[in-house]
């Protein structure tokens, strides 16, 4: 089956540094990736979704200079989250698909940050 | 706004039973998904269901959809205690939109 690789799977920063996030489709290419945010025992909020050479497309409220979305390859896309604060503590998911919306997503394991 | 909206929020059942959670959305879908989550975990893809369909199984899941009620119900029988997960549908247009999920406990 298709498998996405997300690193880290914790991080632990201090306010005001940035963080990097990696998503990497192993084992196929990936058209279109997404990354979610999800706060403990709540649902999955797209953040945004990016394809593959072009620009990220941001979610209403998302903002993009605050993370920043890089998808260079067919099999990697990385989040920065810059500068952050406490508030940017949660989980970050990333996911990827091999046929663009609306078809299957396969997800990496998620990332943990936490800021102090 | 949240797309799914799932009932029940929480469900425990005891090992053998079936558990059957339910998802309602509001606008016209392309397909719905329903994915797995286990704690502190990406989620798992179980199953796809199109527009033009109204019932898909999948081993011991079984999805249903009704689309002039905009809504699914995934049941899962002959539970285990393995099932121990959260369950999430999703609803796709020209983007996908997860529902609320429902916290299944299965006691053995």
């Known amino acids: 089956g298709a498998v996405v690789s997300q690193h880290p799977s914790w991080v632990i920063c201090k306010s005001g540094t940035s963080v990097k996030i990696e998503c990497r489709s192993l084992?196929?290419?990936?058209?279109?990736m997404f990354w979610y945010r999800q706060f403990p025992k709540q649902s999955l909020m797209l953040m945004a979704t990016s394809n593959e050479g072009s620009k990220a497309t941001y979610e209403q409220g998302v903002e993009k200079d605050k993370f920043l979305i890089n998808h260079a390859s067919l099999t990697l896309s990385t989040l920065t989250v810059t500068s952050a604060h406490p508030e940017d503590s949660s989980f970050y998911i990333c996911?990827?698909?091999?046929?663009?919306?609306?078809?299957?997503?396969?997800f990496g394991a998620g990332t943990r940050l936490s800021v102090l | 706004s949240q797309q799914g909206e799932e009932d029940p929020q929480a469900l425990s059942i005891q090992e053998g039973e079936n558990a059957t959670m339910n998802c309602s959305y509001k606008t016209s879908i392309n397909n719905l998904q329903w994915y797995r989550q286990n704690s502190g975990r990406g989620l798992v893809h179980l199953i796809l269901i199109r527009s033009n369909e109204r019932e898909k199984h999948s081993g011991r899941l079984r999805v249903t959809l009704d689309t002039s009620k905009k809504s699914s119900s995934l049941l899962i029988t002959a539970s285990r205690a393995a099932d121990t997960a959260s369950y999430f549908c999703?609803?796709?247009?020209?983007?996908?939109?997860f529902g609320t999920g429902t916290r299944l406990k299965v006691l053995a």
């Open positions: 084992d196929f290419q990936a058209t279109t």
């Open positions: 996911s990827a698909s091999d046929r663009g919306v609306g078809n299957i997503q396969y």
């Open positions: 999703a609803t796709v247009t020209y983007k996908y939109i």
